[in-house]
C-alpha cells in the first residue's frame, strides 16, 4: 500500500495542491514555503486515533477565511481492502476523504462539521454488503458512506516530526516504528510454533508454547500483586456494578463476573520503556538530552530498515537534525534502503538527501500569491539520462533544487571567480537564493538545463564558444546553437558565452601585459583558483559579460514569476 496522490484545499498556507507521490518523495524549499503543512496534511487525518471536527480549528482554514472548507484526500495505489464481514471478497478503496465544512441549513447551520468519506477506482462510494445473508436470500449492497476505523488503522503511517522526542517512537505511541515492529513481534508470538522448554518439578521438561508460558508467568505476577487493598477495590467495583444494574449483590453476585486481568501481550509490549544505564543507575531515554534522543530514533529508524518492515508510510521532518554532514550521507542511504519496501515522504534543506540522478523523487515547494505550490519535473527518465547524471553526481551539484536562480558553467573556473566579481559588485548572491553550479563540461550543460528547466527554475547558462570538450569545430557550432535555444524570451532561462574561453575575455579585459603579470603573480597555483584571486583585485576591470550575468543572478524572481 502506497500514497499515491495528495490533493488538499484551503488548508493553512495551501489553497490548492495536487501532488502525484512517488515512492520515495523528496520535499525541498525556502522555510515557511509550505512543506511542513503537506506532511501535516496527511498526519492529521491518518496519524490519529479519532478524526473528528475537533482535530481541525479556523486557524487551520486558508487565510482565515470563514466561509472556506478545508479539504484533504488521500489516494492509495493499491487500494484499501475492506469487507465489512468475514468469508465476503473485500472492497478496494482507492480515496479517504476529509472535509471541514459547515452545515448548511437547519438548527446547526453555520456550525463545523468533518465529513470522512471513501471512494473507490470510479471515484464513488464502494458497494459493501448490508447484512449477512440467510439461507435463500438474496445478497443486499449498500454505499459505504463513512469510513471505517479499522480501515484508517490499517494505513500503517509512522510520523517523525522536528521534535525528536523519544517518547513519539516508544511502543506506547500509536504510529511509531516501534508499535509497529513490535505488532510484527507480537504476530510472530501468536505463532503456534513458538515454544519454550520449562522445566517440572521432577527435573524433566516439557515444550509449551511461549504465549501459555506468558499467561501463566503474568497471573501468577498478578496475584502478587492482589493485596488486600487490590482486592477491597476490585470487589467494591463489583458490587457497585451489580447495584447499577439492578441486581441485589448479596444474593445475586454470580450475574456479574468482574476481576482485573494480566496485559494481553501487545499491551506489555506498549508499556515497555527504552532505559539508559548510568552507573548503578538507569534513567528513562526520554529524560536524557535532545541530541542524545535524536541518535536513538535514527537508531531506531535503522532497525527499522534492518528488520525490513514492508508496507509502511514514514512521513519525516528534516532528516538531516543534529548530523553532521557524513552521518547526513548515512542515514540519506537508509532512507534509500527502507523505499525499496516502504514508502517515504520528507522534507529537507540538506544537498545530502536529495540527488540529482533522482530528480523525479524531489517535489519543489514555493508559496506565492495564491499559497504553497508545488513543482514537479515532467522530465522523462532514461537509463542514458540517468547514468550520466551519476557520473557527475555531486552533493555541491544536489544545491540546485534549493536555488531561487541558478547559475550553470563550465567547471571550477568560472565557478570560483564569479562570485568575487559579485562582491566587487556588491551583490548578495546568498540572500538572493542564487546558485551558481559547475557541471563537469561543456556538454553536460544540456542535462543540468533540461532539469532546471523541467522545475521551472529561472535559469542561467554560461559557456565557452570555443571549448577544449569538441575537436570538430562542426559538431560544436550545433552544440552551441542548442544551447542557445534554451533561452525563453520571458527572461526565465538566459544563455551566455564567452567567445573563444573565459581566459580570453579576461585577457581582454585587463590586458595582455597584465595579464602576463598576473599569471606570474600566481604561478603556483592551478587555473581555478588564480582566477578566482585575479577577480579578487580591486583594480582590475571586470571582463564583459560578467556584470550582466551576475545582475540577472542576484535579481530574486517575484512571487508572480516564481508562480508562473
Same mark, same amino acid.
Given at each position: 500500500?502506497?500514497?499515491?496522490?495528495?490533493?488538499?484545499?484551503?488548508?493553512?498556507?495551501?489553497?490548492?495542491?495536487?501532488?502525484?507521490?512517488?515512492?520515495?518523495?523528496?520535499?525541498?524549499?525556502?522555510?515557511?514555503?509550505?512543506?511542513?503543512?503537506?506532511?501535516?496534511?496527511?498526519?492529521?487525518?491518518?496519524?490519529?486515533?479519532?478524526?473528528?471536527?475537533?482535530?481541525?480549528?479556523?486557524?487551520?482554514?486558508?487565510?482565515?477565511?470563514?466561509?472556506?472548507?478545508?479539504?484533504?484526500?488521500?489516494?492509495?495505489?493499491?487500494?484499501?481492502?475492506?469487507?465489512?464481514?468475514?468469508?465476503?471478497?473485500?472492497?478496494?478503496?482507492?480515496?479517504?476523504?476529509?472535509?471541514?465544512?459547515?452545515?448548511?441549513?437547519?438548527?446547526?447551520?453555520?456550525?463545523?462539521?468533518?465529513?470522512?468519506?471513501?471512494?473507490?477506482?470510479?471515484?464513488?462510494?464502494?458497494?459493501?454488503?448490508?447484512?449477512?445473508?440467510?439461507?435463500?436470500?438474496?445478497?443486499?449492497?449498500?454505499?459505504?458512506?463513512?469510513?471505517?476505523?479499522?480501515?484508517?488503522?490499517?494505513?500503517?503511517?509512522?510520523?517523525?516530526?522536528?521534535?525528536?522526542?523519544?517518547?513519539?517512537?516508544?511502543?506506547?505511541?500509536?504510529?511509531?516504528?516501534?508499535?509497529?515492529?513490535?505488532?510484527?513481534?507480537?504476530?510472530?508470538?501468536?505463532?503456534?510454533?513458538?515454544?519454550?522448554?520449562?522445566?517440572?518439578?521432577?527435573?524433566?521438561?516439557?515444550?509449551?508454547?511461549?504465549?501459555?508460558?506468558?499467561?501463566?508467568?503474568?497471573?501468577?505476577?498478578?496475584?502478587?500483586?492482589?493485596?488486600?487493598?487490590?482486592?477491597?477495590?476490585?470487589?467494591?467495583?463489583?458490587?457497585?456494578?451489580?447495584?447499577?444494574?439492578?441486581?441485589?449483590?448479596?444474593?445475586?453476585?454470580?450475574?456479574?463476573?468482574?476481576?482485573?486481568?494480566?496485559?494481553?501481550?501487545?499491551?506489555?509490549?506498549?508499556?515497555?520503556?527504552?532505559?539508559? !544505564?548510568?552507573?548503578? *543507575?538507569?534513567? #528513562?531515554?526520554?529524560?536524557?538530552? %535532545? /541530541?542524545?534522543?535524536?541518535? =536513538?530514533? &535514527?537508531?531506531?529508524?535503522?532497525?527499522?530498515?534492518?528488520?525490513?518492515?514492508?508496507?509502511?508510510?514514514?512521513?519525516?521532518?528534516?532528516?538531516?537534525?543534529?548530523?553532521?554532514?557524513?552521518?547526513?550521507?548515512?542515514?540519506?542511504?537508509?532512507?534509500?534502503?527502507?523505499?525499496?519496501?516502504?514508502?517515504?515522504?520528507?522534507?529537507?534543506?540538506?544537498?545530502?538527501?536529495?540527488?540529482?540522478?533522482?530528480?523525479?523523487?524531489?517535489?519543489?515547494?514555493?508559496?506565492?500569491?495564491?499559497?504553497?505550490?508545488?513543482?514537479?519535473?515532467?522530465?522523462?527518465?532514461?537509463?542514458?539520462?540517468?547514468?550520466?547524471?551519476?557520473?557527475?553526481?555531486?552533493?555541491? !551539484?544536489?544545491?540546485? *533544487?534549493?536555488? #531561487?536562480?541558478?547559475?550553470?558553467? %563550465? /567547471?571550477?573556473?568560472?565557478? =570560483?571567480? &564569479?562570485?568575487?566579481?559579485?562582491?566587487?559588485?556588491?551583490?548578495?548572491?546568498?540572500?538572493?537564493?542564487?546558485?551558481?553550479?559547475?557541471?563537469?563540461?561543456?556538454?553536460?550543460?544540456?542535462?543540468?538545463?533540461?532539469?532546471?528547466?523541467?522545475?521551472?527554475?529561472?535559469?542561467?547558462?554560461?559557456?565557452?564558444?570555443?571549448?577544449?570538450?569538441?575537436?570538430?569545430?562542426?559538431?560544436?557550432?550545433?552544440?552551441?546553437?542548442?544551447?542557445?535555444?534554451?533561452?525563453?524570451?520571458?527572461?526565465?532561462?538566459?544563455?551566455?558565452?564567452?567567445?573563444?574561453?573565459?581566459?580570453?575575455?579576461?585577457?581582454?579585459?585587463?590586458?595582455?601585459?597584465?595579464?602576463?603579470?598576473?599569471?606570474?603573480?600566481?604561478?603556483?597555483?592551478?587555473?581555478?583558483?588564480?582566477?578566482?584571486?585575479?577577480?579578487?583585485?580591486?583594480?582590475?576591470?571586470?571582463?564583459?559579460?560578467?556584470?550582466?550575468?551576475?545582475?540577472?543572478?542576484?535579481?530574486?524572481?517575484?512571487?508572480?514569476?516564481?508562480?508562473?
Amino acid at each position: 500500500m502506497k500514497i499515491s496522490k495528495i490533493h488538499i484545499e484551503n488548508f493553512r498556507s495551501i489553497k490548492s495542491l495536487n501532488l502525484d507521490v512517488p515512492e520515495i518523495c523528496c520535499l525541498v524549499g525556502p522555510n515557511n514555503a509550505g512543506k511542513s503543512n503537506i506532511l501535516l496534511a496527511v498526519q492529521r487525518v491518518l496519524a490519529r486515533d479519532w478524526v473528528s471536527v475537533t482535530s481541525f480549528d479556523e486557524l487551520d482554514v486558508y487565510a482565515h477565511e470563514h466561509d472556506s472548507d478545508v479539504t484533504i484526500q488521500i489516494f492509495f495505489e493499491p487500494g484499501i481492502p475492506f469487507a465489512r464481514f468475514r468469508g465476503v471478497e473485500p472492497v478496494a478503496i482507492r480515496t479517504l476523504a476529509f472535509e471541514y465544512t459547515r452545515y448548511k441549513v437547519g438548527p446547526d447551520k453555520g456550525r463545523r462539521r468533518l465529513e470522512q468519506k471513501c471512494f473507490d477506482e470510479h471515484g464513488k462510494p464502494p458497494m459493501v454488503l448490508a447484512k449477512v445473508p440467510k439461507k435463500g436470500e438474496k445478497y443486499e449492497y449498500q454505499p459505504l458512506v463513512n469510513i471505517p476505523s479499522d480501515v484508517r488503522e490499517s494505513v500503517p503511517l509512522i510520523y517523525i516530526g522536528t521534535n525528536r522526542a523519544l517518547k513519539e517512537q516508544l511502543p506506547g505511541a500509536r504510529y511509531s516504528m516501534l508499535r509497529q515492529l513490535f505488532e510484527d513481534i507480537d504476530r510472530d508470538l501468536q505463532d503456534p510454533k513458538q515454544t519454550i522448554k520449562v522445566k517440572q518439578q521432577d527435573g524433566s521438561e516439557v515444550e509449551i508454547r511461549r504465549l501459555q508460558r506468558f499467561h501463566a508467568l503474568m497471573e501468577a505476577a498478578v496475584n502478587l500483586l492482589r493485596t488486600d487493598s487490590f482486592k477491597a477495590l476490585e470487589d467494591s467495583i463489583k458490587k457497585n456494578a451489580l447495584q447499577q444494574l439492578g441486581f441485589d449483590p448479596a444474593t445475586e453476585s454470580d450475574r456479574l463476573d468482574l476481576f482485573f486481568s494480566p496485559f494481553d501481550t501487545m499491551d506489555f509490549y506498549k508499556a515497555l520503556d527504552l532505559r539508559v !544505564r548510568e552507573g548503578a *543507575f538507569s534513567v #528513562s531515554a526520554t529524560e536524557i538530552g %535532545e /541530541g542524545v534522543q535524536n541518535a =536513538l530514533v &535514527l537508531a531506531i529508524l535503522k532497525a527499522f530498515e534492518e528488520r525490513r518492515k514492508q508496507g509502511a508510510i514514514l512521513l519525516i521532518e528534516e532528516p538531516e537534525m543534529f548530523l553532521h554532514p557524513q552521518m547526513q550521507r548515512s542515514l540519506y542511504k537508509t532512507l534509500r534502503e527502507i523505499a525499496k519496501t516502504n514508502q517515504i515522504i520528507y522534507t529537507t534543506h540538506s544537498p545530502h538527501f536529495i540527488s540529482i540522478p533522482e530528480y523525479n523523487e524531489v517535489v519543489i515547494v514555493r508559496k506565492g500569491m495564491d499559497g504553497t505550490q508545488v513543482r514537479c519535473s515532467n522530465l522523462p527518465t532514461d537509463a542514458k539520462r540517468r547514468e550520466k547524471l551519476i557520473k557527475e553526481l555531486d552533493p555541491e !551539484r544536489n544545491e540546485l *533544487f534549493f536555488a #531561487s536562480r541558478l547559475l550553470l558553467v %563550465e /567547471g571550477d573556473t568560472e565557478k =570560483l571567480a &564569479l562570485p568575487e566579481y559579485a562582491k566587487r559588485l556588491n551583490l548578495d548572491l546568498d540572500r538572493a537564493g542564487a546558485t551558481i553550479v559547475e557541471v563537469g563540461g561543456k556538454r553536460n550543460l544540456p542535462e543540468f538545463a533540461q532539469i532546471a528547466a523541467s522545475f521551472e527554475i529561472p535559469t542561467g547558462i554560461v559557456y565557452d564558444e570555443d571549448s577544449s570538450d569538441f575537436n570538430d569545430e562542426g559538431e560544436e557550432g550545433k552544440f552551441n546553437a542548442a544551447l542557445n535555444g534554451f533561452a525563453r524570451r520571458d527572461g526565465t532561462v538566459c544563455v551566455w558565452r564567452f567567445s573563444k574561453k573565459y581566459e580570453d575575455h579576461l585577457r581582454k579585459a585587463v590586458g595582455e601585459k597584465k595579464y602576463q603579470e598576473l599569471c606570474q603573480k600566481y604561478s603556483n597555483v592551478g587555473k581555478p583558483t588564480r582566477a578566482r584571486l585575479i577577480a579578487t583585485e580591486p583594480e582590475l576591470p571586470i571582463p564583459e559579460p560578467v556584470p550582466g550575468i551576475l545582475s540577472w543572478l542576484a535579481n530574486k524572481p517575484s512571487d508572480k514569476a516564481a508562480r508562473n
